[in-house]
């Protein structure tokens, strides 16, 4: 059952724009191979900029997280 594999693929990442798009924060467009913030789960995609603040508070997140882990 290889898609049982794909379950930590959910986290959000940058990925290069394979088609133009509408960043979900600023509507800017996301040019077809410009950075972009990609969150699977939900098939949002964010440009470059609100991108970066994205992913600060999704590390900011995880770090809590797996410091909460860590202290149990
Ligand atoms: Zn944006």
Known sequence: MPFMRRKKNL???WITAKFN???KE??????KNF???WY?????IF????GSREYKTYVAITHDET????SL
């Open 11 to 13: 986290d959000p990442r």
């Open 26 to 31: 600023c509507r800017q467009t996301v040019q």
């Open 47 to 50: 440009c470059e900029q609100c």
């Open 21 to 23: 798009s509408q960043c």
């Open 35 to 37: 950075p972009a913030f």
């Open 67 to 70: 410091m909460v882990s860590n």
């Open 40 to 44: 699977p789960l939900t098939k949002t």
